[in-house]
């Protein structure tokens, strides 16, 4: 079992910047991929980023590529999820998320992690 708990939202002006981090514990590995997902009202889920520590490689939506960097600290066990110039459309719940098969690949389909945070909101007003 991995247990996620994300924090770091909040409300943030258009532009601003906003740091989310996701700590893990239980039966973590740096070979999990790791990744960050989040939902808008009345939209459905969609993959933001992924890092695969393990071999050092990332995605990123087009979306938010260029704004969002994604980062893990192992040995802290601690996503990370920098999110600058942001927009409104940034406004959602987000969500981290751990892929304990599948080695290295870092799907953009929910349905492959097997672990989920709670969610931390975020707001980014115009």
């Known amino acids: 079992q991995v247990q996620l708990v994300e924090s770091g939202g909040g409300l943030v002006q258009a532009g601003g910047s906003l740091r989310l981090s996701c700590a893990a514990s239980?039966?973590?590995?740096?070979?999990?991929?790791m990744g960050w997902f989040r939902q808008a009202p009345g939209k459905e889920r969609e993959f933001v980023a992924g890092i695969w520590s393990y071999g050092v490689s990332t995605s990123y939506a087009d979306s938010v590529k260029g704004r969002f960097t994604i980062s893990r600290d192992v040995g802290k066990n601690t996503l990370y999820l920098q999110m600058n110039s942001l927009k409104p459309e940034d406004t959602a719940v987000y969500y981290c998320?751990?892929?304990?098969?599948?080695?290295?690949?870092?799907?953009?389909?929910?349905?492959?992690?097997?672990?989920w945070g709670q969610g931390t909101q975020v707001t980014v007003s115009s």
């Open positions: 998320a751990a892929r304990t098969q599948g080695w290295g690949a870092i799907s953009r389909d929910g349905n492959d992690y097997a672990y």
């Open positions: 239980g039966r973590t590995s740096s070979s999990y991929v």
